[in-house]
């Protein structure tokens, strides 16, 4: 990982929530509860994302193509590997672990092409390591960061807001007619979660987000917070989130699979409240960069694309020793084994690779 301002380490631990919601979503949380809370996290981390390339990377006119091979790889240095490996444990589980002794060569190759989200089969883009889509879709948006970033930054922050909310009065329309059993690819109804050009607009917002902290106003406010001012705006921040997630799971997201104009609100008052507040370290600032949590967020990656490797891995484990019939110690047992395996894999495999590839650095 690399090497973040101190006042910005909440914002990573805020991602590490975010996947940590995610993982207990899809593997141990009622549907009814985890559905909507993956679709805001979700798109949490593809906000914050935004953020952080525009923040990391200018992408100025000095940048040229060779600049950007350069930038890709070092992508896909951190990110493919750990892909890799992560498909390689799911295609385990299923092969030996669940006794089918064949698996689609097809579907494994375009998986490692980073290519699932782009069709429309459900057999691909479900695959044998279904989450791994969250990689294929931040490459794409990597891919094509610097061309997002250079459209958005002329753009006066009024006009860059306005063309949001356009793209979210469209998404809108697109998630409100999506079906389940459409094979359009534009109205699928999961490709309208995980079609890569629908997350340019989450990763668009973060841009917007990070072009809105460089302005004049924003770091006067920001300059004349304290401590304890700080405290309260993040206890504040969370309240809000906390009331809209409400409205928005309750009376907009009934008949709109996946539009972002819903969660949105919720995603930039949590996200914004944190950037503003975090340079005067507020009490939720302080606690979310504290040292165990900050060691954390280097597995954040591990954490998520391992979590259904490790969960078919175990099952035949936990039901043999009667564990799943018992959902606590299942849950701890689940969690600390995703946990030990994200750590190994983080220390003795993702960071050797990388540092191999010549770029020594912290990821």
Same mark, same amino acid.
């Given at each position: %990982? ?21 993982? %207990? ?24 994302s935004?953020f ?8 100025? &006119?000095s ?6 091979y350069?930038? $890709? ?5 951190? #990110?493919?590997p ?19 002794l ?30 791994g ?7 794409f ?13 002329? #753009? !006066? ?21 999506s079906? %389940?059993? &459409?094979d ?6 999961y ?8 997350r ?5 917002t ?6 809105? =902290?460089r ?10 917070? =304290? ?10 921040g ?8 409400w409205? +928005?799971?309750?009376?907009?997201? +009934? ?16 996200? $914004?409240?944190?950037?503003l507040?975090?340079?005067? $370290? ?5 606690l979310l ?6 060691? %954390?967020?280097?597995? =954040?990656? +591990? ?11 175990? +099952? ?25 395996a ?19 650095? !912290?990821?």
């Amino acid at each position: %990982m690399e090497t973040k301002q101190n006042h910005l380490y909440s914002l990573a631990t805020l991602q590490l929530i975010a996947v940590v919601t995610i993982v %207990m979503g899809h593997l141990w949380v009622s549907e009814s509860i985890s559905v909507f809370m993956n679709s805001v996290c979700v798109s949490f981390c593809f906000v914050y994302s935004g953020f952080f390339t525009a923040k990391r990377h200018n992408f100025d &006119s000095s940048y040229r193509l060779n600049d950007h091979y350069h930038y $890709m790889l070092d992508k896909l240095a951190k #990110m493919y590997p750990m892909y890799v490996l992560a498909l390689v444990v799911c295609l385990f589980a299923f092969v030996f672990l669940k006794g089918q002794l064949s698996f689609a060569v097809k579907t494994v190759l375009i998986h490692l092409s980073l290519l699932s989200p782009w069709f429309s089969s459900s057999d691909i883009y479900f695959g044998y390591n279904a989450v791994g889509w969250w990689i294929c879709d931040l490459f794409f948006l990597y891919l094509i960061s610097p061309l997002i970033v250079r459209i958005l930054r002329p #753009m !006066r922050l009024p006009w860059q807001a306005l063309l949001i909310i356009v793209l979210l009065g469209l998404e809108f329309i697109g998630g409100y007619r999506s079906s %389940m059993e &459409s094979d359009s690819l534009l109205l699928n109804y999961y490709h309208m979660y995980e079609f890569p050009p629908i997350r340019i607009l989450d990763f668009a917002t973060g841009i917007v987000i990070f072009n809105t =902290t460089r302005c004049a106003w924003w770091k006067q406010l920001s300059n004349k917070l =304290t401590s304890n001012l700080s405290t309260v705006i993040e206890a504040l921040g969370v309240l809000v989130f906390a009331v809209l997630y409400w409205l +928005e799971k309750t009376y907009l997201h +009934e008949h709109c699979f996946r539009a972002f104009c819903i969660l949105a609100p919720s995603v930039v008052v949590l996200l $914004m409240t944190f950037i503003l507040t975090s340079s005067k $370290m507020g009490l939720l600032s302080r606690l979310l960069s504290s040292k165990p949590l900050v060691v %954390m967020q280097q597995y =954040t990656f +591990e954490i998520y694309l391992l979590q259904l490797g490790v969960y078919f891995a175990l +099952e035949p484990l936990c039901n043999k020793l009667g564990i799943s019939n018992q959902p606590i110690l299942h849950f701890v047992v689940q969690n600390a084994a995703l946990l030990l395996a994200a750590w190994a894999a983080h220390k003795y495999y993702v960071v050797p690779i990388y540092r191999r590839l010549g770029r020594n650095r !912290r990821h």
